[in-house]
Structures are given as structure tokens and as C-alpha cells.
């Protein structure tokens, strides 16, 4: 898909497709239509991040919030969203034994013990072994860094989306 493509998109169209760039915000893809032109994928995705950035920690606190856990109850039943099962399943979550199931659900309910949100990975960059091992180092790091991550990998996870939608090639 081409940017020409994307500015010529009426607002339904718009969400349809971007609409979970950002996992489960469609809201954001809602308020960047606003924002077209686009010159390109750069400058798309940069409406993307700056509507992240200009919230207040609530705002940040609740797009984290719409995360599924990394191999949770959702993947379980099936009810994540395409995306987050794509990348899920790359990453090797959804062949976990059950000792590194349970392992990642206590470290996933420590993690949201400890700082009111899920944590966040872009699973596509890491793989089963590395998930439990991040998790359990990030789980010590100071709260207000710790929602500096998390949105970084909400961004990651975003850029990733996006290329695949716009079909560029991707770099991190
Ligand atoms: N990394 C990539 N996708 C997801 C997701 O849906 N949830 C979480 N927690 N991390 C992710």
C-alpha cells in the first residue's frame, strides 16, 4: 500500500485499517486521520507517537492497559487480536510448555502487581527464552523508567504494524 493509498482514505477505511497499530486504540488512528497528508510512513507513524507522547500518564498508563499479557488467559481462548497472535506465535509463546506458562503468568501478575499495567514487549523482537528473562529484569526497575519502556515498546510494536501495513521494509 502506497501513501497516496492511505491519504485517499475516508475516515472508516482509515480506522479499519490502522486501527490497531496501536493495540486496541483505535482512538489514535481516529485523531491521526485528522493529520493527513502524510508525506510518508515516517511521517505517519510520527502522528502515531506524538499523540502517545502528548497524553498524560493516565492516558499512557491506559493505552498500556489495553495490552494483552504475553501468553495469558487471552491466548488461551483464542480472543487476542490478529496481530497480537501473529506476533505471539512468532515469538513461541503459544508453544510454552506448561512450567514456562506458569512461570510467565506469576512474573506477568508480579510485574502488574507492581506497576498497575501489563507488561509490555515487542514480542516480535524476542523470542520465548528472552520474554521471562526481560520480564523479570524489568520488574525491579524504578516505576516512572519503567512507563518510559513499555511505551517504548508499544511504539516498537507500532513501527513494526505499520511496516507491515505499508509493506516497507523494516528497520528498527
Ligand atoms: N507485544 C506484541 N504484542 C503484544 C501484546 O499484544 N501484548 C503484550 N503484552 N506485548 C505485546
Redesign the pocket.
Known sequence: MDIEKVNSMDFGEFVDVFGNVI?RCPLIAAAVWSQRPFSNLEDLEKHFFAFIDALPQSGQEGILRC????AGRELQRGT??A??QR??RGAGLTSLNADERLQLAELNAQYRARFGF???????LSDRAAVPRELARRLHCPPAQELRTALG?VKK?GHLRLADLLGAEQTL
Open positions: 493495540e495490552h494483552p499479557d504475553l487476542l487480536t496481530e497480537s506476533e505471539q501489563p507488561f509490555v514487549l515487542a514480542a516480535r515498546e510494536i
